[in-house]
């Protein structure tokens, strides 16, 4: 699994023209799942992600949690994240999870946030999206080999 996380003073996802998630302050989370993937691992992934402290104290400091600061959450599926560019120059897919269990990890990874209560927004699985984003900092923090 990866996390590629962007800490935002605003984002949304645009599907067919349509607006179809917006954040303010918060994260934005670029999620691939790979073929080995399961709800154990999604945990360790959620885990990790809800704690991480990177948004600026009184003092300045990367001290407070998404939580703390009352932030969202924008949730993109992202195979991409899977890009094997060692050979040539035409990316393979190979690691990636299949559709299906990705769709399913995705889906599973929204529902736990949304039972820690936080609020969340998402793109569409498997669509064409067009993610913007005011990437504060720019502050962005990678996840994978939990």
Excluded: H, W
């Excluded at 003092?59 to 993109?76: A, F, R």
């Excluded at 889906?107 to 927004?121: D, H, L, S």
């Amino acid at each position: 699994m990866k996390f590629v996380i962007q800490r935002v003073t605003r984002a949304s996802v645009t599907v067919d023209g349509v607006c179809i998630g917006a954040i303010d302050r918060g994260f934005v989370v670029l999620i691939g799942v790979g073929a080995e993937d399961t709800k154990e691992t999604a945990d360790k992934y959620v885990k990790k992600l809800l704690g991480l402290r990177i948004f600026e104290d009184a003092q300045g400091k990367t001290n407070l949690s998404l939580k703390e600061v009352n932030g969202g959450l924008l949730l993109i599926s992202q195979f991409t994240l899977y890009a094997d560019c060692r050979k040539g120059n035409r990316p393979s897919f190979l690691q990636a999870g299949a559709p299906a269990l990705a769709e399913e990890l995705y889906e599973y990874i929204i529902a736990c946030c949304r039972r820690e209560g936080y609020p969340v927004q998402t793109g569409k699985f498997g669509a064409d999206m067009k993610v913007e984003l005011l990437n504060d900092g720019p502050f962005t923090v990678v996840l994978d080999n939990l």
